[in-house]
Structure formats: C-alpha cells, structure tokens
C-alpha cells in the first residue's frame, strides 16, 4: 500500500543543482519520517536527509548547508534540493517512506526504486 517514484535525476556540472523528486502513494500507514539515501557502487548506501512528520530535519555532514528536503503534502511529494554540486554527490539516490501501520502500530520501511545523479568536473 506504499509506492515512491524518484524523478529528477540527471547529469549536471560541478558546481550546479538538480531537484529530486519523490512521488508518495500511502495507504494504511502514518507516517513517520520520509527521506533520501544515496549509494555508489562498492560502497554502502548512505543517508543524505530525513524529515519527520513534525517536520524536524537531519542530513548527512557532507551535504549540510547544500542540500534541502521538503514535503509538498499538496502534491504527496518529498523533495530534495540539491545545490553546489559536486563530482562526489555522484550515486543512484534512493526515496525512503518509514511508516507506522494503522491495524497494529507496527513500523516498515519502503524504497523506492532509486534515480541517478551524476555530476561532472
């Protein structure tokens, strides 16, 4: 009962900014945090920003300061901005929606099938 679709991916300069775009479909669940993780081959996926149903915010050291993640409940999307790029914000950038089910409180995590960035010298 839970579908993210990414867009807004794509190649962009060094120095550029691109934004990402989660489209949320969810059913039977409250949520409790919504966010973007990135991952580059051979490495494990990383978090870049959370935000929370109260809308508290958390991101990734190396991305403070450059990066904003927003929901527009509007259009059911979580957003991220991504301004002064760099060569190693480079990875596939996946969706994350963490909810709490309805029927019996029970927490899940679902992904969605990811988008590449690639940012260029």
């Known amino acids: 009962q839970v579908q993210l679709v990414e867009s807004g991916g794509g190649l962009v300069q060094a120095g550029g900014s691109l934004r990402l775009s989660c489209a949320t479909s969810?059913?039977?669940?409250?949520?409790?945090?919504l966010g973007w993780y990135r991952q580059v081959p051979g490495k494990e996926r990383e978090l870049v920003a959370l935000?929370?149903?109260?809308?508290?915010?958390e991101y990734a050291n190396s991305v403070k300061d450059r990066f904003t993640i927003s929901r527009d409940e509007a259009r059911d999307t979580v957003d991220l901005q991504m301004n002064s790029l760099k060569p190693e914000d480079t990875a596939v950038y996946y969706c994350?929606?963490?909810?709490?089910?309805?029927?019996?409180?029970?927490?899940?995590?679902?992904w969605g099938q990811g988008t590449q960035v690639t940012v260029s010298s």
């Open positions: 994350i929606a963490v909810g709490r089910r309805f029927r019996d409180f029970g927490i899940s995590t679902h």
């Open positions: 969810i059913r039977a669940f409250t949520i409790v945090s």
């Open positions: 935000i929370s149903s109260s809308g508290n915010t």
